[in-house]
Nanobody, 114 residues
Framework: QVHLVESGGGSVQPGESLKLSCVAS????????MRWYRQPPGKGRELVAH????????NYADAVKGRFTISKDNAENTLYLQMNSLKAEDTAVYYC???????WGQGTQVTVSS
């Protein structure tokens, strides 16, 4: 079955960087678009970034454009989110998602605070 496992979250100061990973299993990773979502404290889940199956097409939420980069390694079945210049408002639980079939990982906490 489809399984998504995120890692790489943590606590950092504003301006620092983090790289999230999501290891996928149970399907042919390169055949599917993938997404990163986040859920800030007390708020709803929001789309952060989208990538096509081949990795050729990416889209970002306006709030993260120019700071975050989504990528995928189809040989390693892994989705990434490089997050630079982190801000306090980036604090959230970050989730890996396969939109086809609506599969989700368990989430990884990112906290940005001075």
């Amino acid at each position: 079955q489809v399984h998504l496992v995120e890692s790489g979250g943590g606590s950092v100061q504003p301006g620092e960087s983090l790289k999230l990973s999501c290891v996928a299993s149970g399907f042919t990773f390169g055949d599917f678009n993938m997404r990163w979502y986040r859920q800030p404290p007390g708020k709803g889940r929001e789309l952060v970034a989208h990538i096509s199956g081949t990795g050729a097409i990416t889209n970002y939420a306006d709030a993260v454009k120019g700071r975050f980069t989504i990528s995928k390694d189809n040989a390693e079945n892994t989705l990434y989110l490089q997050m630079n210049s982190l801000k306090a408002e980036d604090t959230a639980v970050y989730y890996c998602n396969r939109p086809t079939g609506n599969f989700w990982g368990q989430g990884t906490q990112v906290t940005v605070s001075s």
